[in-house]
């Protein structure tokens, strides 16, 4: 190979797509060995980098830390972590709220597995029904996570409901429906080529 000077890099599209996106929305997303995924209260979401896993990507993660923005409301904005830094059961709880508005925004461009959630709550975002607003099964088995208490999917319906509610009049609504159309068109290309074990074969 000859050497030769370099003006451009390739960026993956997707992640050109929500950077814009969260671009739009004032925050701006760095990545950080030290983290997963954490929001600063004014302006900077860092992602991590090493710690993901191989169906991860910044697409994803953007989507999912909006979405616990619009769970918790315009005054997380000014907390660290949305303000879910404190002790349980609140933050399993809005965990849940969240990947309901995730699965429920996906669901309008059909990516729900595209931009399916990670960790080990994951396995609660499968259990979710066609409505992303339903309730899971009266007894999931759950293997990651602790069996879900009396009442508490019905409370991570009404925070997801409460949420989508205040996006349908958010100054984020359009540019966030925008990156999903945007994926949803790049997908539409993609998976006709992707292998069986890809997350575009979703």
Not at 176 to 196: W, Y
Request: charged letters at 25%.
């Amino acid at each position: 190979m000859t050497d030769r000077i370099v003006t451009r890099e390739y960026q993956d599209p997707l992640d050109l797509i929500w950077l814009h996106c969260a671009q739009q929305l004032g925050i701006q997303v760095m990545r950080d060995d030290e983290v997963f995924a954490s929001w600063d209260g004014e302006s900077t979401l860092r992602l991590g980098t090493d710690s993901l896993d191989p169906d991860d990507s910044v697409a994803q993660l953007v989507l999912h830390e909006l979405c616990h923005g619009l769970v918790e409301g315009q005054e997380a904005f000014r907390k660290a972590d949305w303000g879910l830094n404190q002790e349980p059961p609140r933050p399993r709880l809005h965990e849940f709220a969240t990947l309901r508005v995730q699965a429920s925004l996906c669901d309008r461009y059909g990516l729900r597995r595209l931009l399916a959630a990670t960790t080990v709550f994951r396995e609660y975002y499968d259990l979710l029904p066609v409505d992303a607003l339903g309730e899971v099964a009266a007894e999931p088995q759950l293997e990651n996570l602790r069996p879900l208490k009396p009442g508490e999917d019905q409370l991570a319906i009404g925070l997801a409901k409460g949420a989508l509610a205040r996006f349908s009049s958010s100054s984020w609504q359009s540019a966030i429906l925008r990156a999903l159309e945007q994926t949803r068109k790049i997908f539409d290309v993609v998976r006709d080529v992707a292998g069986p074990d890809s997350v575009w074969c979703s």
